[in-house]
């Protein structure tokens, strides 16, 4: 069996080649390597921390080494422990500056062990490791991963904390050697003043101060050094989009844009992409916590996307990162598997709806039809227009009901949002307004506006739901109202089909709601219920359903099993819904949290009206 592959010469290679060169390679050497790293690291610790024996077969060749080599070469293994386990995660992902660093520390610690401990086995450890990696070397050539200074202060917070512990079991690891008894007061500020290279309240005899000293400043100066490295290494900023990748996607998308509703998202400016060689496929991305994450179908030209898929693969070797892949299509999802040996698992299902087939008459529809009906007898008009019939002033002031509604300090989403409005170039996008003006005659900053959704274009003849923002005071149903309109609308703007929102797990919740569903099936949908109290998949699922859509399956691809919960997190941070950044203590707070984008949750005014629905 063989397939044509975009960028190779013979235009032909056999799946079984490609599944080994691009498929999971056993990380065997790595994950040993990292292990053995964080095992020596604990060793070196140990032996810095704890006193050494009292006699030895090389105690009498220390008794002529000089008096402070001792506690010097103590304060050398501790450091030297620290920075291994520091750099074992590092080494497991295959990083060539941390195999360099490793390389350098690994004999200093051993011999601070011999020199210290007397301890030929922990020498002959760390030596026999060294060996390893100069071995191994050609496993680790991974490139740095996308990094700025605001790692500096978490270093500083991390490695404070984490050094402020280790003083107080380094102080409290002579217990024979301490001068009457010291409480933990007098303990923790010995550790403080010790991390700063000052003497503090607690005394030892038999000259224990100078190791417990030079062990503390050796813990203090490692903070503060790498804390500065951080602080001033270049930045190597993630991937964004060039104005040039910008236009050769636009263009991409002209010729393919019908083929997933997904596509035009892939226009967001934090994403990176990488092309196929012949440049008729693309493939965008964000790295996230180490992994590698696309959204979505590659764009461009099918008989091309083999090509996308082998660079995006060779860029994540190259950085080690882990591939992965959210919310394609049932043939992205095929291509992907078959083009790289990863696996795939359903995710959920997209809301499409067909405007041919759309109507608001009958039984099925009563829910829907008696909610925009009374919306529209107290007062509230729709317009359904292209972003490009919007002018200036009009479109400023739906950007700032936009933002102003947001509730959540940052803009959420990722596979399934643009996070932009009127940007050049999306004046085929079409915005659904809902008007009405304020009865106790107050002026509005946003006039009479009450709410908006965003399409962006699917194709030639599609649009794909992106963002809806409510004023709170509006009435409840302001969503609805607006997706008919926008249905409504949808044939006078040669639009033929409708993308809404994404429902997580909706075949579970389906099948298991039905007569005959097995115990497993109602264990799960039970556990999706829970679920929904804090992440709202059943109600998602049900506001969607309200327009009887068809619903059109999205996979999720992943190396191994094991990777799905570091991709779930991954994904969570993309998509705005856990923020690790640091906080901004002089941000402006929002008053009251307000609609978010439709970006695989449910926006809270949506589960507002399915509750009172």
């Known amino acids: 069996m063989s397939v044509t592959v975009d960028g190779d010469k013979s235009g032909l290679v056999p799946v079984r080649v490609r599944r080994i060169l691009h498929g999971p390679r056993p990380e065997k050497v790595p994950a040993l390597v990292g292990t053995a790293c964080t095992l020596v690291g604990l060793i070196d610790i140990a032996a810095g921390v704890f006193p050494r024996f009292r006699a030895s077969r090389m105690h009498a060749v220390a008794e002529v080494l000089p008096g402070t080599l001792g506690p010097l070469s103590a304060a050398l293994s501790l450091s030297a422990g620290v920075l291994l386990l520091l750099l074992a995660h590092g080494l497991k992902r295959h990083k060539r500056r941390a195999w360099r660093a490793a390389v350098v520390l690994l004999p200093l610690g051993g011999l601070a062990q011999f020199v210290w401990r007397h301890s030929v086995l922990g020498g002959l450890l760390s030596l026999a490791l060294l060996a390893l990696l100069l071995r191994h070397r050609s496993e680790f050539a991974a490139l740095p991963d996308p990094r700025s200074r605001w790692r500096a202060l978490a270093n500083f917070v991390v490695m404070g904390a984490g050094s402020i512990a280790l003083g107080l079991v380094i102080v409290s690891a002579h217990p024979g050697r301490v001068v009457g008894s010291p409480s933990l007061t007098d303990r923790l500020e010995h550790v403080l003043f010790g991390l700063f290279g000052v003497e503090g309240p607690v005394g030892y005899t038999k000259g224990v101060d100078w190791t417990v000293g030079y062990s503390l400043g050796a813990l203090g100066m490692l903070t503060a050094l790498t804390t500065i490295y951080l602080a001033f290494r270049p930045e190597h900023p993630a991937a964004r989009l060039t104005d040039d990748d910008e236009a050769r996607l636009r263009g991409l998308l002209d010729q393919h844009g019908g083929r997933d509703s997904l596509g035009h998202f892939a226009l967001r400016r934090d994403k990176g992409v990488v092309f196929s060689p012949s ?113 200036e002033a009009e479109l400023a002031q739906v950007r700032r009901a936009a933002a102003a509604w947001r509730g959540t300090d940052t803009e959420r989403g990722f596979s399934m949002a643009l996070g932009r409005i009127g940007a050049p170039g999306d004046g085929d996008a079409v915005i659904a307004t809902a008007h009405k003006a304020d009865e106790d005659g107050t002026d509005s900053p946003y006039g009479d506006l009450k709410a908006i959704i965003h399409f962006v274009p699917w194709g030639r003849d599609g649009m794909s739901l992106e963002l809806m923002r ?61 679920l929904s109290r804090w992440f709202q998949i059943e109600s998602l699922y049900k506001f969607n359903a309200k327009f009887r859509p068809r619903w059109e399956p999205r996979f999720v691809v992943y190396r191994t099993s094991r990777d799905l919960p570091r991709i779930g997190f991954a994904a969570m941070q993309a998509e705005g819904f856990v923020n690790l950044s640091l906080p901004r203590p002089f941000t402006r707070r929002r008053p009251a949290p307000a609609p978010r984008p439709c970006a695989h949750i449910v926006p809270a005014a949506v589960e507002r009206e399915v509750r009172a629905a």
């Not at 993308?499 to 997580?504: D, P």
């Not at 919740?509 to 005959?516: C, N, S, T, V």
């Open 279 to 391: 440049g008729k496929a693309a493939v965008t991305y964000r790295v996230v916590s180490g992994v590698m994450l696309a959204s979505g179908d590659p764009i461009g030209d099918v008989e091309a996307w083999p090509g996308a898929i082998e660079r995006f693969m060779d860029e994540a070797k190259a950085h080690s990162w882990t591939p992965a892949v959210m919310g394609c299509s049932e043939t992205g999802g095929q291509v992907w598997t078959r083009e790289t040996g990863l696996d795939a698992l359903e995710l959920g299902d997209e809301a499409v709806v067909d405007v041919a087939d759309f109507s608001l008459s009958g039984r099925a529809m009563r829910n829907v039809r008696q909610m925009v009906k009374r919306i529209e007898r107290n007062g509230y008009t729709t317009q359904v227009r292209r972003v490009a019939d919007l002018d």
């Open 470 to 530: 409510r004023d709170r005071s509006a009435d409840p149903g302001m969503n609805e109202l607006l997706i008919v309109a926008a249905l409504h609308a949808s044939p006078g703007l040669g639009i033929a089909r409708v993308s809404l929102n994404f429902a997580m797990f909706r075949s579970a919740l389906a099948r298991g709601e039905k007569i005959g569903a097995g115990p497993v099936l109602r264990v799960w949908r039970g556990l999706l219920v829970f």
